[in-house]
Each structure stands twice: as structure tokens, then as C-alpha cells.
């Protein structure tokens, strides 16, 4: 029993499970074999990833003339996808580290495949500049490192080299983090397969984890420190991709919103490629009972709210740009001027899509319901990936210099890059989803009982408020047991009953023969007279109805029986002391 | 050290803190217990020590940032000033505003790493380790706690019985 959750809380676990069901629920995609439609979707990123990784050899081989860019708009499709791609990253080191801060117990139904997108996504990102640089082989150059050029260092005052330092730093994290916290589920499957390579293979990716005491201790005290780390490094990084604009001259970028906003921005772009791919997987991948409404409703209130962010600093950025009267602020990405434009589209499209269709989620019907959900997170992954076209491109296709303003079109090789880098990312995704055990199962396990719907059902509930508290439980449970018990009386009442009705039968023939006593005529005889009679057996001969000597002389072997069944007391007795003859004796 | 120890296994994480407390309460020693998840306050019915493991990702912490201002002030200050941007590049202290985001990146880097690294090496966790949870149901849904054997072995059964373990094991030496 981890924590206390109130009673009145949404159970974050449905279906009635117990911990042997999470496992096998959570072995269950790896264990099994792929369908098709794994098969058809893993082909299809596959060849898009191969695609991309031609177009991206074309452009090493050739020079970074086959993109699209030009002496105005020297940065264009390449940080746009670059920033997208981080943005995207940012989601899943903010489910695990800032939701376990907050302690906010569904982030472990989804923290595993958020923080794995994160880190795939991160690699897309890093993909861009290093391809950028033009010359990959000197990649290298942006480390810190000696080398063959002199005393030559880095220089520590530029952002871009900030960014090299923050984007490093988060994914080498993350993926610690990540991997620190897969490595009991690892040993789950290691301990459950039964194929000898399986075995071997996620022997060697659990790291030997044996779940002792001493080691989890240690292991909730890393998560949380981790988290504690992670939760500044993931708004720092964010903020340091947008020093790369914000610290520029360039008007639209030099903005002191921009650090805040361009993380309200990532978490924003990254919940709704969570919510993309989970609502998928949990279908595929049969984790209903895992990714709850609840789950994907909370996910959406994250993406309401840093929608709203977003929207008010777009908001601010427009009015601002407007009240400096600066002619040059009439271009820039947010102004009257780009939403009538050459690029009236791209301003349009970013618009509705991040600030118009996500206020939707206002309505609870809506961001419960998973058609809407996915289709709401669409829009924004494809208004986010304009947000940052529109940072970029608009914002430089004007300038100071008016015979400088130009145009931007994305060359074939431009696009086949993205779409390469969207098809790898997919196939690192699906990848995972066969080999990984893609709920964090340990966590799981230990917020079951505080958050799992059979337990929900035993919680007591003292203020009745509880929909999920089955009231009466108690009563049900025991319902049967009575309705048995109350059987049995009846038939041990049924069996009785005939016996008393014989007894009153027995009593009236006894009557009949030896006759009835009327006290109103006739007086009652000291039957104790009669040896064998003592005052116990007169009171019950009186109770019968035998009160006279005259009743008592004229009682045969037959009435002597009957007596006997109705006292059951010393039979034969009446008989061996000759009742009826002593009576005689004293009638007269 | 017993030759011989007691493996009890439990089904249930409250059933196995009462256990543990109940072991404890008899005075017998427990070597060890296995868990499928974190299962809270066991390790203080245990008696197990509080980990120190986040003190010294403080002081991982405080070497990363010591770390970084030595090596900004040797590269951007002594070795190699160069005027970028018009920026103050003789005078570290008039430079470093410029250096926080490395100063506090290479803070979380030297914390976290260096943390994780410690919690694998006290752990005896890393690639090509073999596991040693000596029953491999501890990794899905059930609990053993291991208690060694001092001459006592059958007052120690009973006792685990009655504690509610549903499988009680004798293991020669381990």
C-alpha cells in the first residue's frame, strides 16, 4: 500500500487486475509475434527512413546547395524540423520527472513510451544542425575538445554552443533516467522467457537487477533525485534552443518572451505527439486497462493549458509588435502584415491549429473522447511544425535591407529529409513497442492498490462520495450466507412444526379417550396421590389436560404410550406403577 | 555465517511488511528480501539505513560546477581571450553571465551521471551481471524475504508459517 489516494479519485487501473496480470499484460506484445499491420507500418517507416538517409547522403556528398535555402533565408526547413523535433522531446522527461514531483500517480502508465519518444525524437533533432554544418566530419569541432587546429576552443558565449552542451545533456539524462527505470522491468521478462537468446538478451539489458530491498531503496531515491535534475534541464533546454533567436537582431526573433513561450510551446507540441502515438499503441497494443480515459484527458488538460500559454504570448508578441510602431515589426511572424502576406498561409495555418481548434478541449465531452483527442493532437503537431517554419522563414524573408527580402521554397531533398527523419523516428518507435516493456510494470505494480479499480471498490468512503466504492459490499458479500442460513432455519422449523402438531393431535385423541376436564363443573384431583406422580408430572398431565382420578383410571397400555411421546419423560414408567388401577382406587 | 538458510515466499506486500516486522520482533536475522516493485516503509521495518546515495549526487553536483568554471575560466579567460561580439573576455567574473547555461548543464550532467554510475556500482548492477533473486517469481508478483538458519530451523519455520508465507524453502548454504 504505496500512498493514500482518496476514494473519490478516478481508478487509474481498470479490468480487476493483480500484479501477475500486469505482467503478463505488459509481456504479453513481447512475447507475442507482430500482426500485420505492425509489419505494414514498420515497412513503411522503414523505407521512408531509408529514404530520408539517401537524401541525407545526397546532401552530404553534394553540399547543402541541394536544399532549398538562400543567402536570405540561410536557416529554413532544417531548424524548423530541428526545433519541432525537440519540442517533441520535451514531453516525456516532463511526464516522468515533473509529474513525480508532483506525484501525480497516472504519469506511469504512460511514462515509459513518453520518455522513449523523447529520446527518439531527440535524436531526430540532433540530426538537423550536424547536417547542417555541411562538413559531418567535423561534427566534432563543437566539443570542447584539444585538436589539430592550435589552442583553438569553443566559443562558450554562443547559444548554438549552449544548445551542443543543453541537447547533450538531455538525452545522455534522459536516457539514463529511461533506462535506470526499465531495468526491473527488464528483469521481469528475463525471468519470465523461455527462449534461451531471449533470455540471454534481456539477462544482459537488465544489468543482473535482482529487486532487493536495499536496491529499490536506492532506486526511488535516484528516480527522485533524478527528477529533481531533469525537471530544470528539461525547461532549460527549451529555453536555450530559443537563446538561439532570441539573443539575435533579427526583429521577431529578438524577444525577451521567448524562453517561457518556447516551453509552453515544446510541452504543448510534445503532449500531443504522446497522445498521437498512445492512443494508437494502447489499442494495438491492448494497454486499454493501463491508458485510461483518465490518462488521455489528463494529457489533454496539459495540452490546454500550454495551448493557452502559447496563445497568449502570441497574443502579446502581435500587440506589441503593433504598439513599437516599427515599421520592420509589420513583418514579423505574428503582425498584420504576415497574416496578409506571402505567407498568409503558413500565419493561418499556425493560428488555428494551436490556438483555435486546441480550445475545443474546453469541453469535456471532447477531451474524453479518443476519436477527438487524436484528431485535436494532429492539428497541433502540424501547427507547432508551422509555428517554428513561421519563427524562421517569415520572420526572415524581411529584413532591414528591403532588396534583401526573398522567398523560401523547400527543395525534394529537403522534404525526403523530413519525411526520412519521420520514418525513423517511427521505426525506432515500433521497434520499441515489440522489445520493450512499454509500461513501467514495477510502478505500476505499486499504485495498484491505491489506484486499481478492484481496490477502489474496497476503499472505505466515509463521506459517500465515492462512485467507485460499492456501498453495500459488505451486505452483498454476506447476502448469500444469510439467505442460506435463513433457509436452514426454515427447514429445521419445518421439521419441528409437524412434531408439535402431532404433539396437539397426540393430546386431543389422549382427551378423547380418558375425556375432558371442565373446571367450571368439576374439581381437580391431587393426582400426586397416585405413586409415580410427583408435582413435576402433575403440572404436565394438568398441561394436557388430566386433572381427575376419573381421567387417570381410564388410561390403557395405548394412553400410556401416548403419554409417553408427549412428555418423553420415564417411559414405560406409567405402566410399571399401574396409573390407572391406583387411580381407580382413589376415585371411589 | 549460517550454512543454511530460509526462503519464505509471500504473495502479498502487506502480508510481507507484517512478516518482516513479525521475523524482526522474534529477533532472527533476515539476509534479504526479494521484491517484484518498490514496496514502501519495508526497508525501514527492515532497519535498513536511509540510502545516502542523493548526498552524493550533491557533491557530484558541486564537482560538475567547480568543474565547469575551471575549465570556462582556462579555455575563455587564460588561454585564448577572444573579443566576441564585443563581450568582456578578460575578467571572469564579468564574462560569467555568459557561461550559466554551460555552468548549470555541466552541474545536472556531472549529478546525474555520476549518481546513476554510484547506484549501479553499490548495486552490483551492469551489463553481463547475473541476476541473483534466487526465485524468478520475485520479478513478477511474489515477495521472499530469505532468513538464516542459526540451530533453530523448525521454531524458524513455524514462526514464518504462522506469518502467512505460502512456500518455505530450506537452502544449504548460499
Given at each position: 500500500?504505496?500512498?493514500?489516494?482518496?476514494?473519490?479519485?478516478?481508478?487509474?487501473?481498470?479490468?480487476?487486475?493483480?500484479?501477475?496480470d500486469?505482467?503478463v499484460?505488459?509481456?504479453?506484445?513481447?512475447?507475442?509475434?507482430?500482426?500485420?499491420?505492425?509489419?505494414?507500418?514498420?515497412?513503411?517507416?522503414?523505407?521512408?527512413?531509408?529514404?530520408?538517409?539517401?537524401?541525407?547522403?545526397?546532401?552530404?556528398?553534394?553540399?547543402?546547395?541541394?536544399?532549398?535555402?538562400?543567402?536570405?533565408?540561410?536557416?529554413?526547413?532544417?531548424?524548423?524540423?530541428?526545433?519541432?523535433w525537440v519540442g517533441?522531446?520535451?514531453?516525456?522527461?516532463?511526464?516522468?520527472a515533473v509529474?513525480?514531483?508532483?506525484?501525480?500517480?497516472?504519469?506511469?502508465?504512460?511514462?515509459?513510451?513518453?520518455?522513449a519518444m523523447?529520446?527518439?525524437?531527440?535524436?531526430?533533432?540532433?540530426?538537423?544542425p550536424?547536417?547542417?554544418?555541411?562538413?559531418?566530419?567535423n561534427?566534432?569541432?563543437?566539443?570542447?575538445?584539444?585538436?589539430?587546429?592550435?589552442?583553438?576552443?569553443?566559443?562558450?558565449?554562443?547559444?548554438?554552443?549552449?544548445?551542443?552542451?543543453a541537447?547533450?545533456?538531455?538525452l545522455?539524462?534522459?536516457?539514463?533516467?529511461?533506462?535506470?527505470?526499465l531495468?526491473?522491468?527488464?528483469?521481469?521478462?528475463?525471468?519470465?522467457a523461455?527462449?534461451?537468446?531471449?533470455?540471454?538478451?534481456?539477462?544482459?539489458?537488465?544489468?543482473?537487477?535482482s529487486?532487493?530491498?536495499?536496491?529499490w531503496?536506492?532506486?526511488?531515491?535516484?528516480?527522485?533525485?533524478?527528477?529533481?535534475?531533469?525537471?530544470?534541464?528539461?525547461?532549460?533546454?527549451?529555453?536555450?534552443?530559443?537563446?538561439?533567436?532570441?539573443?539575435?537582431?533579427?526583429?521577431?526573433?529578438?524577444?525577451?518572451?521567448?524562453p517561457?513561450?518556447?516551453?509552453?510551446?515544446?510541452?504543448?507540441?510534445?503532449?500531443?505527439?504522446?497522445?498521437?502515438l498512445?492512443?494508437?499503441?494502447?489499442?494495438v497494443?491492448?494497454l486499454?486497462?493501463?491508458i485510461?480515459?483518465?490518462?488521455i484527458?489528463?494529457?489533454?488538460?496539459?495540452?490546454?493549458?500550454?495551448?493557452?500559454?502559447?496563445?497568449?504570448?502570441?497574443?502579446?508578441?502581435?500587440?506589441?509588435?503593433?504598439?513599437?510602431?516599427?515599421?520592420?515589426?509589420?513583418?514579423?511572424?505574428?503582425?498584420?502584415?504576415?497574416?496578409?502576406?506571402?505567407?498568409?498561409?503558413?500565419?493561418?495555418?499556425?493560428?488555428?491549429?494551436?490556438?483555435?481548434?486546441?480550445?475545443?478541449?474546453?469541453?469535456?465531452?471532447?477531451?474524453t473522447?479518443?476519436i477527438?483527442?487524436?484528431?485535436?493532437?494532429?492539428f497541433?503537431n502540424?501547427?507547432?511544425?508551422?509555428?517554428?517554419?513561421?519563427?524562421?522563414?517569415?520572420?526572415?524573408?524581411?529584413?532591414?535591407?528591403?532588396?534583401?527580402w526573398?522567398?523560401?521554397?523547400?527543395?525534394?531533398?529537403?522534404?525526403?529529409?523530413?519525411?526520412?527523419?519521420?520514418?525513423?523516428?517511427?521505426?525506432?518507435?515500433?521497434?520499441?513497442?515489440?522489445?520493450?516493456?512499454?509500461?513501467a510494470q514495477?510502478?505500476?505494480?505499486?499504485?495498484?492498490k491505491?489506484?486499481?479499480n478492484?481496490?477502489?471498490?474496497?476503499?472505505?468512503?466515509?463521506?459517500?462520495h465515492?462512485?467507485?466504492?460499492?456501498k453495500n459490499?459488505?451486505?452483498?458479500?454476506?447476502e448469500?450466507?444469510?439467505?442460506e442460513?435463513?433457509?436452514?432455519?426454515?427447514?429445521?422449523?419445518?421439521?419441528?412444526?409437524?412434531?408439535?402438531?402431532d404433539?396437539?393431535?397426540?393430546?386431543n385423541?389422549?382427551?378423547?379417550?380418558?375425556?375432558?376436564?371442565?373446571?367450571s363443573?368439576?374439581?381437580?384431583?391431587?393426582?400426586?396421590?397416585?405413586?409415580?406422580?410427583?408435582?413435576?408430572?402433575?403440572?404436565?398431565?394438568?398441561?394436557?389436560?388430566?386433572?381427575?382420578?376419573?381421567q387417570?383410571?381410564?388410561?390403557?397400555?395405548?394412553?400410556?404410550?401416548?403419554?409417553?411421546?408427549?412428555?418423553?419423560?420415564?417411559?414405560?414408567?406409567?405402566?410399571?406403577?399401574?396409573?390407572?388401577?391406583?387411580?381407580?382406587?382413589?376415585?371411589? | 555465517?549460517?550454512?543454511?538458510?530460509?526462503?519464505?515466499?509471500?504473495?502479498?506486500?502487506?502480508?510481507?511488511?507484517?512478516?518482516?516486522?513479525?521475523?524482526?520482533?522474534?529477533?532472527?536475522?533476515?539476509?534479504?528480501?526479494f521484491?517484484?516493485?518498490?514496496?514502501?516503509?519495508?526497508?525501514?521495518?527492515?532497519?535498513?539505513?536511509?540510502?545516502?546515495?542523493?548526498?552524493?549526487?550533491?557533491?557530484?553536483?558541486?564537482?560538475?560546477l567547480?568543474?565547469?568554471?575551471?575549465?570556462?575560466?582556462?579555455?575563455?579567460?587564460?588561454?585564448?581571450?577572444?573579443?566576441?561580439?564585443?563581450?568582456?573576455?578578460?575578467?571572469?567574473?564579468?564574462?560569467?553571465?555568459?557561461?550559466?547555461?554551460?555552468?548549470?548543464?555541466?552541474?545536472?550532467?556531472?549529478?546525474?551521471?555520476?549518481?546513476?554510475?554510484?547506484?549501479?556500482?553499490?548495486?552490483?548492477i551492469?551489463?553481463?551481471?547475473?541476476?541473483?533473486?534466487?526465485?524468478?517469481?520475485?520479478?513478477?508478483?511474489?515477495?521472499?524475504?530469505?532468513?538464516?538458519?542459526?540451530?533453530?530451523?523448525?521454531?524458524?519455520?513455524?514462526?514464518?508459517?504462522?506469518t502467512?508465507?505460502?512456500e518455505i524453502?530450506?537452502?544449504?548454504?548460499?
Amino acid at each position: 500500500m504505496g500512498h493514500y489516494e482518496a476514494p473519490i479519485r478516478e481508478p487509474i487501473i481498470v479490468g480487476d487486475k493483480t500484479y501477475h496480470d500486469v505482467t503478463v499484460d505488459v509481456a504479453a506484445a513481447i512475447e507475442g509475434k507482430a500482426n500485420k499491420n505492425w509489419w505494414i507500418a514498420f515497412t513503411v517507416a522503414l523505407i521512408a527512413m531509408l529514404w530520408g538517409f539517401g537524401a541525407i547522403a545526397y546532401t552530404i556528398g553534394t553540399g547543402i546547395g541541394v536544399w532549398g535555402l538562400n543567402n536570405k533565408i540561410n536557416w529554413a526547413w532544417d531548424i524548423t524540423n530541428f526545433v519541432w523535433w525537440v519540442g517533441i522531446g520535451h514531453a516525456g522527461t516532463l511526464i516522468s520527472a515533473v509529474l513525480l514531483l508532483f506525484r501525480q500517480k497516472w504519469r506511469m502508465g504512460i511514462n515509459r513510451s513518453a520518455e522513449a519518444m523523447t529520446i527518439f525524437a531527440v535524436f531526430q533533432a540532433g540530426l538537423f544542425p550536424m547536417i547542417h554544418m555541411g562538413r559531418i566530419w567535423n561534427a566534432f569541432y563543437t566539443l570542447p575538445i584539444p585538436n589539430q587546429l592550435g589552442s583553438l576552443w569553443v566559443n562558450f558565449n554562443s547559444p548554438l554552443l549552449w544548445d551542443v552542451f543543453a541537447i547533450s545533456t538531455y538525452l545522455s539524462v534522459s536516457l539514463v533516467f529511461w533506462w535506470t527505470g526499465l531495468l526491473p522491468d527488464f528483469a521481469m521478462i528475463r525471468d519470465r522467457a523461455t527462449k534461451p537468446f531471449q533470455k540471454k538478451i534481456y539477462s544482459l539489458l537488465s544489468f543482473g537487477w535482482s529487486g532487493r530491498a536495499k536496491d529499490w531503496q536506492r532506486f526511488e531515491e535516484v528516480s527522485l533525485v533524478l527528477a529533481g535534475l531533469a525537471t530544470p534541464l528539461v525547461l532549460s533546454v527549451h529555453t536555450i534552443v530559443s537563446f538561439d533567436f532570441a539573443t539575435s537582431v533579427i526583429p521577431g526573433w529578438h524577444s525577451t518572451v521567448y524562453p517561457p513561450y518556447f516551453v509552453a510551446g515544446a510541452v504543448f507540441s510534445g503532449f500531443a505527439m504522446v497522445q498521437t502515438l498512445l492512443l494508437i499503441m494502447r489499442k494495438v497494443s491492448n494497454l486499454e486497462d493501463y491508458i485510461t480515459r483518465v490518462h488521455i484527458e489528463n494529457m489533454n488538460k496539459v495540452i490546454l493549458v500550454t495551448g493557452c500559454i502559447v496563445a497568449v504570448a502570441y497574443g502579446s508578441e502581435f500587440f506589441v509588435g503593433w504598439y513599437t510602431g516599427s515599421s520592420y515589426e509589420d513583418f514579423t511572424y505574428l503582425s498584420w502584415g504576415a497574416a496578409t502576406g506571402p505567407y498568409w498561409w503558413a500565419f493561418w495555418a499556425l493560428i488555428i491549429c494551436n490556438s483555435v481548434i486546441p480550445q475545443l478541449l474546453w469541453f469535456k465531452k471532447i477531451r474524453t473522447n479518443y476519436i477527438w483527442t487524436f484528431v485535436i493532437a494532429i492539428f497541433i503537431n502540424i501547427g507547432m511544425w508551422f509555428e517554428r517554419f513561421d519563427i524562421i522563414v517569415i520572420n526572415l524573408s524581411r529584413g532591414h535591407l528591403p532588396s534583401t527580402w526573398a522567398m523560401f521554397s523547400p527543395s525534394f531533398i529537403d522534404v525526403s529529409i523530413f519525411l526520412g527523419t519521420i520514418g525513423f523516428f517511427f521505426v525506432l518507435f515500433l521497434l520499441y513497442a515489440r522489445t520493450f516493456p512499454v509500461i513501467a510494470q514495477a510502478e505500476v505494480k505499486s499504485i495498484l492498490k491505491s489506484s486499481g479499480n478492484n481496490y477502489k471498490r474496497l476503499m472505505p468512503d466515509p463521506h459517500g462520495h465515492s462512485k467507485y466504492y460499492e456501498k453495500n459490499r459488505i451486505e452483498k458479500a454476506v447476502e448469500p450466507i444469510i439467505k442460506e442460513v435463513k433457509e436452514e432455519i426454515k427447514e429445521v422449523v419445518e421439521d419441528v412444526k409437524p412434531e408439535a402438531t402431532d404433539n396437539d393431535s397426540k393430546t386431543n385423541s389422549l382427551l378423547d379417550k380418558l375425556g375432558s376436564f371442565d373446571s367450571s363443573t368439576q374439581k381437580a384431583d391431587d393426582l400426586k396421590k397416585v405413586k409415580g406422580i410427583g408435582p413435576k408430572m402433575e403440572a404436565t398431565l394438568n398441561q394436557i389436560g388430566i386433572f381427575t382420578f376419573a381421567q387417570v383410571s381410564k388410561m390403557t397400555k395405548n394412553e400410556y404410550d401416548l403419554l409417553d411421546s408427549i412428555t418423553g419423560s420415564f417411559p414405560g414408567r406409567a405402566e410399571r406403577d399401574d396409573w390407572a388401577g391406583q387411580a381407580n382406587k382413589f376415585k371411589s | 555465517m549460517s550454512s543454511k538458510v530460509i526462503h519464505a515466499l509471500y504473495d502479498d506486500d502487506e502480508v510481507l511488511i507484517s512478516a518482516v516486522k513479525e521475523v524482526k520482533a522474534a529477533h532472527h536475522h533476515i539476509e534479504e528480501v526479494f521484491t517484484p516493485f518498490p514496496v514502501h516503509g519495508l526497508d525501514h521495518a527492515m532497519g535498513l539505513a536511509p540510502t545516502k546515495i542523493a548526498i552524493t549526487a550533491f557533491m557530484y553536483g558541486v564537482t560538475g560546477l567547480s568543474f565547469s568554471i575551471w575549465f570556462l575560466y582556462l579555455i575563455m579567460i587564460k588561454e585564448w581571450p577572444q573579443n566576441i561580439g564585443g563581450k568582456p573576455s578578460f575578467s571572469f567574473a564579468e564574462n560569467m553571465p555568459a557561461f550559466v547555461p554551460i555552468m548549470f548543464e555541466m552541474t545536472v550532467f556531472f549529478a546525474a551521471h555520476l549518481m546513476v554510475i554510484t547506484f549501479y556500482m553499490r548495486s552490483k548492477i551492469w551489463p553481463f551481471q547475473t541476476a541473483s533473486n534466487p526465485d524468478p517469481r520475485t520479478t513478477d508478483d511474489k515477495f521472499l524475504m530469505e532468513v538464516a538458519v542459526d540451530g533453530n530451523e523448525s521454531e524458524l519455520t513455524s514462526l514464518l508459517e504462522k506469518t502467512g508465507a505460502i512456500e518455505i524453502t530450506v537452502k544449504e548454504n548460499h
